[in-house]
Nanobody
Framework: QVQLVESGGGSVQAGGSLRLACKES????????LAWFRQAPGKEREWVAA????????YYAGSVKGRFTVSRDNAKNTLYLQMSGLKSEDTATYYC????????????????????WGQGTQVTVSS
């Protein structure tokens, strides 16, 4: 059974940095998409970034491009989201998600393409 467990959330002042981690376990697929989403109170869930374990460049939402970096430690089966230049509008619960097949829609951040989800970790940015 696939499990995703996020960690690393917390409170930070605007302009600061945080690194989120998502520990993956239980996978059987050779390659799959991993992604970060976020959801602020009263707002819809928003895609942040995606990475295909089979290779290729990461993909980012325009709102975070240039500030956030997604990466994966293959040996540790852990996905990371390095966030810098944080803004108050980055305040949200951040979720790790995964699927088990190639999908153009997953690459573009369609949440319905993601089958597995973590429990989320809270990020609060104060101005």
């Amino acid at each position: 059974q696939v499990q995703l467990v996020e960690s690393g959330g917390g409170s930070v002042q605007a302009g600061g940095s945080l690194r989120l981690a998502c520990k993956e376990s239980g996978y059987h697929a050779d390659s799959y998409f991993l992604a970060w989403f976020r959801q602020a109170p009263g707002k819809e869930r928003e895609w942040v970034a995606a990475l295909y374990t089979g290779g290729g460049r990461p993909y980012y939402a325009g709102s975070v491009k240039g500030r956030f970096t997604v990466s994966r430690d293959n040996a540790k089966n852990t996905l990371y989201l390095q966030m810098s230049g944080l803004k108050s509008e980055d305040t949200a619960t951040y979720y790790c998600a995964a699927n088990d097949y190639w999908s153009d829609d997953a690459m573009r951040g369609d949440e319905f393409e993601y089958k597995y989800w973590g429990q989320g970790t809270q990020v609060t940015v104060s101005s």
